[in-house]
């Protein structure tokens, strides 16, 4: 497949070009700054300026030719809640408008866990779940072929391959958030029109994907 990675620079987005280099597959990788571009290059990824501050005809050019899109982006800790609300709400939703205008329908959202119960948001990034959970649900009803992901709290730990659905709560590798991303594009009969939330468990991310069914 040709997919195409948004956010291909943060820490999950890096491991996600990895491994799907590593598998055959090609991988266009939106950045947001050129100093990034050399090294998602070595990755074997093929950069490109993407900016989620333009309009969805802009973007969707950047599109044309792609199997898959995977957001995977994120304002980041270090900007205000006005840098959340353009970039994992409203930048989702216009990625989401561009991959329409560019009829590339497969689409994965990286999102979080407990986004859809407002009871469980953590105080201090409550307006980032506000964001994941609007932006969520716009894709349910985009039109796409859509796949929603929900991790847990993620780590820096090696991944183990192995998952649990519908936890109540726990962490997960970024490299095992990767692997279930790679895994969701390899099988989109299982996985379209579907949401998992995951952390670390004991079944194989295939497996614990059929179980979910």
């Known amino acids: 497949m040709h997919i195409f990675v948004i956010g291909a620079h943060g820490n999950v987005g890096q491991l996600l070009i990895s491994q799907l280099v590593a598998a055959g597959h090609n991988v266009t990788a939106g950045i947001r700054a050129e100093r990034q571009a050399n090294e998602l290059s070595q990755l074997g990824a093929t950069p490109v300026l993407f900016d989620l501050t333009k309009q969805p005809r802009d973007l969707a050019p950047l599109f044309a030719n792609h199997d898959a899109i995977v957001f995977t982006a994120g304002s980041g800790g270090k900007t205000g809640d006005d840098q959340t609300l353009l970039v994992d709400l409203d930048g989702a939703v216009k990625s989401m408008a561009a991959a329409k205008i560019a009829g590339v329908n497969r689409y994965i959202m990286v999102s979080a866990l407990f986004v859809e119960d407002r009871t469980k948001w953590p105080e201090s990034i409550k307006p980032y779940y506000a964001a994941k959970y609007y932006a969520d649900h716009w894709l349910e009803f985009s039109g796409l072929d859509w796949t929603i992901l929900r991790p847990g709290t993620l780590t820096n730990d090696e991944a183990t391959g192995l998952v649990t659905m519908q ?44 179980k979910a069914d």
């Open 167 to 210: 936890p109540s709560g726990g962490q997960v590798a970024r490299a095992d958030v990767a692997a279930m991303i790679r895994t969701v594009l390899e099988h989109p009969t299982e996985t379209i029109h579907k949401k998992f939330s995951f952390v670390n468990g004991d079944l194989p991310l295939i497996d614990a994907i059929k």
